[in-house]
């Protein structure tokens, strides 16, 4: 074989490893983007599921809006509706078979990873219980209980006192009295047997003493409370507010601010999609042009190469 021909074959073999080698990695950045956005459509979506709005027109009315009795006779599981003022958390209340059900199904029972804001299976649905234990997952935007750790902030725990939950047909006033990190296993904080073991004593001077924040004399031994309970950012750590059932209901002044709060969620859920997705692309085209380099340069040698061999002829 003529050595010019086995030079050239040689220097093909190498383009094609070349070209083969780019494109894979080309490919795997691209679906490395891909990937990207969509995990972003994804939390978005999820989001979506969440937002209140979805809920809205369920909401129990002054002039006992038959749209709340409607969700509950679509859904014999809906107990109540719970509201905090100046947050994000304004939802149904169900109760499931067990702990389970709700972390991915809604308030209408369909499938939603978002889940709902759930009484523990062991308490009692018309909340006479000393103690009722609500969950709900954390997330983000003000979404389902994604405010609660906003309580460990001590200006916005003495500036949020208030809130209304709804169940019997009746109105009932929520005073918020203290704010702790718990953990997922404390069996105190997540008693359902509170007046038997432990006693009201017991478990509110267990409370008190694990408390960042604490309001003296507002929970006596005989009021029933509500145990809120949301993921903190260890596995087992857990945002912990712990309010009153009160029959004195109270009024919202933070209307305005949960309207604001809720249209600037919304425009930045939606630049902050645009502004991932804008970034994966750009990191893809700039890599794009690095890994693409070598051959630019590699091609621009060899056109130098045929000019100059066709000089010298």
């Not at 499938?111 to 909340?127: E, I, P, T, V, W």
């Not at 203290?178 to 006693?199: I, Q």
């Not at 893809?284 to 056109?303: D, H």
């Amino acid at each position: 074989m003529p050595h010019s021909l086995s030079r050239r074959l040689a220097r093909g073999a190498l383009r094609l490893a070349n070209w083969l080698v780019d494109g894979i990695v080309l490919s795997v950045l691209l679906l490395v983007v891909l990937f990207t956005a969509y995990s972003v459509f994804d939390n978005n979506r999820v989001e979506g599921q969440a937002s209140e709005e979805n809920f809205a027109s369920y909401r129990p009315a002054e002039n006992n809006d038959p749209s709340f009795e409607e969700l509950a006779a679509s859904n014999s599981d809906v107990v109540g509706w719970l509201t905090l003022y100046g947050t994000g958390v304004d939802y149904p209340l169900v109760q499931g078979p067990d702990n389970e059900k709700y972390l991915n199904t809604n308030a209408k029972g369909e499938f939603a990873l978002s889940g709902s804001l759930f009484l523990d299976y062991r308490n009692a649905r018309d909340f006479t219980d000393p103690s009722t234990v609500i969950f709900g997952h954390h997330m983000e935007n003000s979404l389902m209980f994604g405010d609660l750790d906003k309580f460990g902030d001590e200006e916005f725990f003495w500036q949020h006192r208030y809130g209304n939950i709804y169940y019997g047909g009746k109105n009932h006033g929520v005073e918020i009295c203290a704010y702790l990190l718990a953990d997922a296993y404390d069996e105190v904080v997540y008693s359902t047997t509170v007046g038997s073991s432990p006693s009201m004593a017991e478990f509110l001077a267990y409370l008190k003493a694990h408390a960042k924040f604490w309001r003296d004399g507002a929970i006596g031994e005989n009021d029933h409370v509500l145990v809120l309970s949301t993921c903190g950012s260890g596995t087992n750590d857990r945002h912990i507010v712990v309010a009153r059932i009160t029959d004195e209901t109270y009024e919202n002044t933070f209307t305005d601010e949960s309207v604001s709060r809720t249209l600037s969620g919304t425009a930045d859920k939606g630049l902050a999609l645009w502004a991932k997705i804008g970034i994966g692309l750009l990191v893809f085209l700039l890599i794009a042009w690095v890994v693409g380099a070598p051959s630019r340069k590699r091609s621009g040698n060899n056109r130098r190469r045929r000019i100059d061999g066709r000089d010298r002829g």
